[in-house]
């Protein structure tokens, strides 16, 4: 069933249009004030071929941070993230996007912590052996 409001034939007419341009549904959503879901699922029912932003785009060419986020940072990620999730009407993938923020914020958390106690252990293994 439909979460969004229902496209008008001349919305649906915009939508060919700009997807025949080779618009981007990021692009598309942007402009018509719809989401890139709504985008992506009405190209899906009129059979629109729609073309990914960056087709080669794999979880290898993910952009590693020149320094780690805080604690501090994370847990901002996630409130925001539940407070994203609190308001009505989300659609299944904006809760399954939220779910996965909140899980990697978790685990985020997680794994800084024991770098900070492996980086503890570390300087005070350093220091012994400097002793000797």
């Known amino acids: 069933m439909p979460s969004g409001k229902p496209w008008s034939p001349e919305e649906e007419t915009e939508l060919k249009q700009l997807i025949a341009l ?4 990021e692009s598309i959503a ?3 004030g719809k989401t890139p879901n709504a985008i992506y699922q009405k190209c899906l029912k009129l059979g ?3 073309e990914e932003e960056n ?17 501090e940072e994370a847990l901002k990620i996630l409130a925001g993230a539940l ?3 609190s308001k009505a009407g989300l659609d299944r993938v904006e809760i399954q996007r939220l779910q996965v923020i909140a899980t990697l914020a978790r685990t985020y958390k997680e794994l800084l912590a024991d770098y900070i106690d492996y980086r503890r252990i570390e300087h005070e293994l350093g220091r012994g052996y400097r002793r000797h």
């Open 22 to 25: 080779g618009q981007s549904p």
């Open 83 to 85: 407070k994203a999730s």
């Open 55 to 71: 087709p080669t785009a794999t979880s290898s060419s993910i952009t590693l941070p020149k320094e780690l986020p805080s604690v």
């Open 30 to 32: 942007s402009q018509m």
């Open 48 to 50: 629109l071929v729609v």
